[in-house]
């Protein structure tokens, strides 16, 4: 019981976040509902057991990218974005569209997965159980990610470096 | 007790709400944000998995997710300093030529 009303309370703040996003036309706005979305987030990871999945998202996701986000926004002082109008038959098609598909959707989740539960307290995921995954099964895939996390940073160093810079250096 | 219907549902509704955000948002940055709404929801939906399988790798693909999302950001963000510099706006409505 005590799990349901944990998930249904996070569950709504995560929704909500998510629909304060869509609604706030300021991106500093959308970045900190963002932050609350990822905090509730890990939160449920820990009631699937998912402990380290739930720490790494705070660290890295609440933590590391958003903080990139928010510099950046910082950064471009980033005003409060215009509305440009719709097409009409988006609104027309899309709503309608929208509402049948989550339906849809919804019901085959229900009527699929069943009523399967996961036990409280079951922490399956712990970071000892994880990092030997990690270096065992899935060494390979981690160390490509290694080489895609250092040239994600020597492509944003070059794209993010002021044009001017590089051709001063190299007149001298 | 939490039927996995329950996280799969909240897993949907996250990325429905990012994919309305990435179709009406004007603000390349809000955008940008619309995807990592996306990206958390598969999240959640992959750790939920897991714990219906009794599988791990679904956390260990949650956690690649979330490497390749921090470089992905990484780089957006360098690519969106680099538009603002050479276009002085963040309006992707007005973002439509590849050549200055």
């Known amino acids: 019981m005590t799990h349901l009303i944990i998930f249904l309370v996070f569950g709504a703040l995560c929704v909500a976040g998510a629909v304060n996003l869509l609604v706030q036309r300021h991106p500093i706005n959308g970045a900190l509902s963002l932050v609350v979305v990822m905090g509730s987030l890990a939160v449920e990871y820990l009631l699937l057991g998912a402990e380290f999945v739930a720490a790494v998202q705070v660290i890295v996701y609440a933590g590391a990218i958003m903080v990139l986000f928010v510099f950046v926004i910082m950064l471009l002082n980033a005003g409060e974005e215009e509305r440009t109008k719709g097409s009409r038959v988006a609104l027309l098609f899309g709503i309608p569209g929208m509402l049948v598909g989550s339906v849809l959707v919804g019901w085959i989740l229900i009527e699929r997965t069943g009523s399967q539960t996961v036990a409280a307290g079951a922490l399956p995921g712990a970071p000892r159980t994880i990092g030997w995954l990690l270096f065992h099964n899935f060494l390979l895939p981690f160390e490509v990610t290694s080489i895609l996390v250092l040239i994600a940073i020597m492509g944003a160093v070059v794209l993010a470096s002021h044009p001017d810079a590089d051709q001063g250096k190299r007149g001298n | ?100």
């Not at chain 2, 329950?6 to 940008?32: D, E, P, Q």
């Not at chain 2, 990206?39 to 939920?48: D, E, I, K, T, Y």
């Not at chain 2, 956690?63 to 963040?90: D, N, P, Q, S």
């Open chain 2, 1 to 100: 007790m939490v039927p996995i219907s329950y996280y799969l549902i909240l897993s949907g509704i996250l990325f429905a709400c990012g994919v309305t955000g990435f179709l009406i948002k004007r603000n390349i940055i809000s955008i940008f944000m619309s995807i990592e709404l996306m990206l958390n929801g598969v999240n959640l939906s992959f750790v939920a998995f897991a714990a219906q399988w009794h599988a791990l790798s679904g956390q260990i693909f949650v956690f690649f997710v979330m490497v390749v999302a921090a470089a992905e950001a990484a780089v957006g963000l360098a690519i969106i300093i680099a538009v603002y510099r050479t276009r002085e706006t963040l309006n992707v409505d007005q973002v439509d030529l590849l050549k200055l």
